[in-house]
């Protein structure tokens, strides 16, 4: 099953996958409070694997990565913000956001 990693440096990009495929977005995250997650996507053509707070170099410092599978052919963008969901949208403080064609 092949997997397409993505960065920050992927942000308004597209990408192709097929159906079964699996793409991986790895972010920074501190532990500030501020957390990443999904915004919008469409679950009938990408669904979420797995979401984990990886822990990284410095103290607090760590990377958040979110995996996602292809279900069918269709096009879909992932949303991604970067916000204290206790204080809702108006703590947004970044956005990820990529294209995915699944064939």
């Keep these: 099953m092949p997997s397409i990693h993505l960065t920050q440096a992927a942000n308004d990009q597209s990408f192709d996958l097929h159906a079964g495929d699996e793409i991986t977005i790895e972010l920074d995250e501190s532990m500030s409070g501020y957390r990443w997650a999904v915004d919008h996507l469409d679950p009938g053509i ?6 984990e707070y990886v822990l990284g170099g410095g103290v607090g410092a760590g990377r ?18 970067l916000w204290r969901d206790w204080q809702g949208d108006a703590s947004i403080i970044e956005r990820f956001q990529a294209t995915i064609n699944v064939r």
Excluded: E, V
């Design 46 to 51: 990408l669904t979420l694997q797995s979401d």
């Design 64 to 81: 958040h990565k979110l995996t996602f599978k292809a279900q069918q052919p269709g096009s879909t963008s992932i949303g991604l913000k």
